[in-house]
């Protein structure tokens, strides 16, 4: 409301020459059809609000970008003439020139990569059981409140345990070889996977029910139809929740006991006395998570095309 | 005697909340000709929706009768067409789909039965639009092609038109009759619209709240083609006024 008030005064009041004529009415018009007769509508309203928004704030097309890019760059920058004025020591930090040489040596001899692919590959088999697992479980959970109940107080007492407390236990088990990281990995997957598809499936407009009935839709052709797809915005919540969750517990896992892997850097480094490889692998471990968030949201929003 | 698909015999319905009983309908009698046109009109809280939901299956804890070609109702089905007040497409299924998704199995090929329905509430061209794609009026229409794909005995619409604009409404209005027309089939409509309600009904049943209870039934001849102007449609939307404000 208050927005619409601003809006609607003239550009000169708040300074602002670039904003459309009248596009809130507009809006307003769209979305209240959408609003008073949808089920489900009323995210078109505020997506749209955002997009308005997004472009008046400058926070599209070049400036945006600026805006975007301005903070790296300026810790970059100042890191380097930190650097360059001999206040770092080479055994406990290193500028970003020791850290882009470091990574110039470890790609050449093929260690970045190979790192990077084993550790990928872990967090793939760890994230693809989890999925599996929190699926199956999670759907029942979701559809059968008797079965919700049933594992319902397992799951809250495992739930906060974090995939690194399981690690001595792990080891314990599956030895230090691959099967121990997958474990642990499942685990930093599984939990914010499984509680989003049972959120997911609980919380879906309880109005289809009514739907199915009259159309005397069967059962598991409801479920595939009407549920998952209801639920599908928040699993896919999950699947991105889990994916940085099985990515965080990659790097704890290598860490101890691994002879490769992003996380194997990071620890290998370390005992070398090489902050360059360290800091290395830690961006290595920031860049490819975010990678991969994106790569999921970009999927979520492609097939979640009918929000 | 009259050919009477649908047959309600001493209906009472009691909600049980935490604050006691409320007896949403009370010793409703009352039977819907086949193919005809009836209105069901009456403010909140009438039981107007509690009897439409009876009749569709929706709701079958009561007490008395509610028979459908002389059965007691068993539950809902694609024998009872239902348009709901919202739409309720699913958001993820173009037109075409959620009109697929609702047919029986043996139907669900059915191309040509998909878009003669289409056809028939004037969505032709609409066919892989989304739901969000569509308006209001255009989202009410596929909710009762929908309905109709299923070769329903009876159409039960449950305030479908109370979100639409006026415009949007006159038309749905004339559009549903012109189907009733063609496709001989029975039409129930839940309104709080006085205008709507003699619009459509060949028969108008008044209802007032607390209990629920049919407070009269009028039979109203518009002719055909309907006029919303003139002294008939009038004198009927008098009449019905009246009785809906009388404070008796």
Redesign the interface.
Known sequence: MVEKVIAGLPAWVHGRSERPARPEVVGEVVSG??A??????TT?KTAARRRRKASTLGLTGVTGWLLYLVLPVAIVALWSLYGSAGQTQSYSMATPQQIVAAAVEYATDGELLINILVSFTRVLEGFLVALVAAAVLGVAAGISRRFERFIDLVMQVLRPIPGIAWIPLAILWFGIGENSKIYIIFIGAFFPMFVNIVDGIKGIDK??F??G?????PKWRFIR??VI??A?PQILTGIRLGLSGAWICVVAAEMIGATSGVGFMLSDGRSMSRPDVVILAMLLIGVIGKLMDDVVEWQRRRI???? | MTDDIIDIRHLTKVFHTDNGDVEALHDVTLNFPRGGFTSIIGPSGCGKSTLLRIIGGLDTDYDGEALMDGEPIPGPGRDKGFVFQDHRLLPWLSVRENIRFALPPEHKKDDGLIQSNIDLVGLTGFEDALPKQLSGGMSQRVAIARALANRPKILLLDEPFGALDAITKIKLQDQLLRIWQSEHITMVIVTHDIDEAVYLGQTVVVMKPHPGEIKRVEHIDLGWPRQRIGEAFNTAKDSIYQEFFATN
């Not at chain 1, 979640?304 to 929000?307: M, R």
């Open positions: 059809k959408t008073q007769t949808g089920a489900v509508g078109e109005r289809y009514e739907l009935e009259v159309y005397e839709i139809q009407v797809p209801a599908l979640v095309k009918w929000l």
